[in-house]
């Protein structure tokens, strides 16, 4: 069974950092891209960045809104996707899901249960 | 950026009604579309990739279709457990972006 679980959500100040960690299990992890998709209370979803596989040399991309502050990396030797967040904004704040890129739809056809980032003073 | 404009932003409908909503896309994004329903509280799932591929295990009731820049997902008929929020998605370049949702409630 494929499972995604987040941690390492909280509140942090402005200006703060905080990363995050994706465990996953119950599929080949470093065959897959993985994003990370997050959501405001109350709002929609947004992109924040994809990691890229070995195989495409584990490039990254990131959303305009988050790029230069936020990176992405990935230990496929603990199957795990990581997302270190720094200069954090009020508007960061946001459940952040953990996603698998489906192989074959190329869309997201695994979502972890999010984790809460709250930043706030 | 490819902009994706859903509509309604809200339908009120009774269980075994006929659903569409849609999703309209500032450019062409060929059939890089998908179609997520998301619960109060929990993430959302995916129901339809590639405009009109049903995902595997959800039910035949729901549909998509479109390519370029129109889409509509329906729901032949609707289900108590089909009452959520529906989101479109585009993978046709980066940043990849969504919809701003659609909530079904009950009528």
């Known amino acids: 069974e494929v499972q995604l679980v987040e941690s390492g959500g909280g509140l942090v100040q402005p200006g703060g950092s905080l990363r995050l960690s994706c465990a996953a299990s119950?599929?080949?992890?470093?065959?897959?891209?993985m994003d990370w998709v997050r959501q405001a209370p109350g709002k929609g979803l947004e992109w924040v960045g994809r990691?890229?596989?070995?195989?495409?040399?584990?490039?990254?991309q990131f959303a305009a809104s988050v790029k230069g502050r936020f990176t992405i990396s990935r230990d496929d030797s603990k199957n795990s996707l990581y997302l270190q967040m720094n200069s954090l904004k009020t508007e960061d704040t946001a459940v952040y899901y953990c996603?698998?890129?489906?192989?074959?739809?190329?869309?997201?056809?695994?979502w972890g249960q999010g984790t809460l980032v709250t930043v706030s003073s | 950026d490819i902009q994706m404009t859903q509509s309604p932003s809200s339908v009120s409908a009774s269980v075994g009604d006929r659903v569409t909503i849609t999703c309209r896309a500032s450019?062409?994004?060929?059939?890089?579309l998908a179609w997520y329903q998301q619960k109060p509280g929990k993430a959302p799932n995916l129901l339809i990739y590639?405009?009109?591929s049903l995902q595997s295990g959800v039910p035949s009731r729901f549909s998509g279709s479109g390519s370029g820049t129109d889409f509509t997902l329906t729901i032949s008929s609707l289900q108590p457990e089909d009452f959520a929020t529906y989101y479109c998605?585009?993978?046709?370049?980066?940043?990849?972006?969504f919809g701003g949702g659609t909530k079904v409630e009950i009528k």
């Open positions: 996603t698998r890129v489906g192989n074959y739809s190329w869309f997201y056809d695994y």
């Open positions: 119950g599929f080949t992890f470093s065959d897959h891209y």
């Open positions: 990691s890229r596989n070995k195989a495409n040399s584990y490039t990254t």
């Open positions: 450019q062409g994004v060929s059939s890089w």
């Open positions: 590639g405009a009109s």
């Open positions: 998605q585009q993978a046709n370049s980066f940043p990849l972006t």
